[in-house]
């Protein structure tokens, strides 16, 4: 497969920038999204926009897929006017949405079942930034041929492709890589507290802190972001819960003992609850602002 042509389906914060890697890799790419209003900057960049999934599936030979949870994706693929009904299914279908591995492995069965064409599970790393930079880093799960396959297309948004193992492994990884990402904005969010409440100035933190053990690109990206509030979030407490759920159904399935993320998955589910849902994640300090030790 020397030009294969691309189909992506999910024009979000991710899905726009992506694409438009792919665009200025030379690649020809259809689109699809469920609000066409947000395909204009991608048609007037070379894109051709679809009705359906099913005729972005009838004229590409590789369909990516980056959407907000698993049902979502099993409707793009499996709906009424889904991939599955192409007359020609795509060769590859690419999942960058974050899903249980056990709903991927299942919906992978049933996508080969139903089209002997190939599932990979390729979420991603890296933010909005990293989407559009090109830096994307992507752990993959499939058969290594197919993958391989796939990997000079990818890198026109990522700078590494892993194959983590079968598939559901990418999956898997990204979930670890969850896992890492909530325990770490949560210890950042009560640090900031602590610096602010003892009258440092937090503006100064990251670059003091920077080479240091504690340094870290979430550091460096959300310490800023809570002392100067973002105007648009590039990573929501809503999306951040849902990934959390799924390393919950993950540890059960798993029989892994969990004693710090259930309580960051309380503090996040708090937040939604005091209809933090849509806000940037570095904005989840706020719940502490309003509480404070009792005095002795």
């Given at each position: 497969?020397t030009?294969?042509?691309?189909?992506?389906?999910?024009?979000g914060?991710?899905?726009?920038?992506?694409?438009?890697?792919l665009?200025?890799?030379?690649?020809?790419v259809?689109v699809?999204?469920?609000?066409?209003?947000?395909?204009?900057?991608l048609?007037?960049?070379?894109a051709?926009?679809?009705?359906?999934?099913q005729?972005?599936?009838?004229c590409?030979d590789?369909?990516?897929?980056?959407?907000?949870?698993g049902?979502a994706v099993?409707e793009?693929?499996f709906?009424?006017?889904?991939?599955?009904?192409a007359?020609?299914?795509p060769?590859?279908?690419?999942?960058h949405s974050?899903l249980s591995?056990?709903l991927t492995r299942?919906l992978?069965k049933?996508?080969h079942e139903?089209?002997?064409?190939?599932?990979?599970d390729?979420p991603?790393?890296?933010?909005t930034?990293?989407?559009e930079?090109g830096t994307?880093?992507?752990?993959?799960g499939?058969?290594a041929?197919a993958?391989?396959a796939?990997?000079?297309v990818?890198?026109a948004?990522?700078?590494?492709v892993?194959?983590?193992?079968?598939?559901g492994a990418g999956?898997t990884?990204?979930l670890?890589n969850?896992a890492i990402?909530?325990t770490?904005?949560?210890g950042?969010?009560e640090?900031f507290?602590?610096a602010?409440?003892?009258?440092?100035?937090?503006?100064?933190?990251?670059s003091a802190?920077q080479?240091?053990?504690?340094d870290?690109?979430l550091?460096?990206t959300?310490w800023p972001?809570?002392?100067?509030?973002?105007e648009h979030?590039t990573g929501?407490?809503?999306v951040?819960?849902k990934?959390?759920?799924?390393?919950?159904?993950l540890?059960?399935?798993s029989?892994t003992v969990q004693?710090?993320l259930p309580?960051?998955?309380r503090?996040?589910?708090?937040a939604?609850?005091?209809g933090?849902a849509d806000?940037?994640?570095?904005q989840?300090?706020r719940i502490g602002?309003?509480?404070?030790?009792?005095?002795?």
């Amino acid at each position: 497969m020397t030009t294969p042509r691309v189909g992506f389906c999910g024009i979000g914060r991710m899905g726009e920038p992506m694409t438009q890697r792919l665009l200025a890799a030379g690649h020809e790419v259809a689109v699809w999204n469920r609000s066409t209003a947000k395909l204009a900057a991608l048609t007037d960049a070379g894109a051709i926009a679809c009705i359906t999934p099913q005729a972005l599936g009838e004229c590409v030979d590789i369909a990516m897929l980056c959407l907000g949870d698993g049902k979502a994706v099993e409707e793009v693929v499996f709906g009424e006017h889904g991939l599955v009904h192409a007359a020609a299914p795509p060769r590859f279908l690419i999942d960058h949405s974050t899903l249980s591995p056990a709903l991927t492995r299942a919906l992978a069965k049933r996508w080969h079942e139903s089209t002997g064409s190939v599932w990979i599970d390729a979420p991603v790393s890296g933010g909005t930034g990293g989407a559009e930079a090109g830096t994307l880093a992507i752990m993959a799960g499939g058969p290594a041929d197919a993958i391989e396959a796939v990997t000079p297309v990818l890198r026109a948004f990522s700078s590494r492709v892993t194959r983590m193992g079968d598939t559901g492994a990418g999956q898997t990884t990204k979930l670890a890589n969850q896992a890492i990402v909530a325990t770490t904005l949560a210890g950042l969010a009560e640090a900031f507290l602590l610096a602010k409440r003892s009258g440092i100035d937090t503006s100064a933190v990251p670059s003091a802190l920077q080479g240091g053990w504690a340094d870290s690109v979430l550091l460096q990206t959300l310490w800023p972001r809570m002392v100067n509030p973002p105007e648009h979030a590039t990573g929501t407490v809503r999306v951040m819960l849902k990934d959390l759920d799924a390393i919950a159904e993950l540890a059960h399935t798993s029989a892994t003992v969990q004693r710090v993320l259930p309580e960051v998955r309380r503090l996040l589910t708090d937040a939604v609850q005091r209809g933090m849902a849509d806000w940037d994640l570095s904005q989840i300090f706020r719940i502490g602002e309003a509480e404070s030790l009792p005095q002795a």
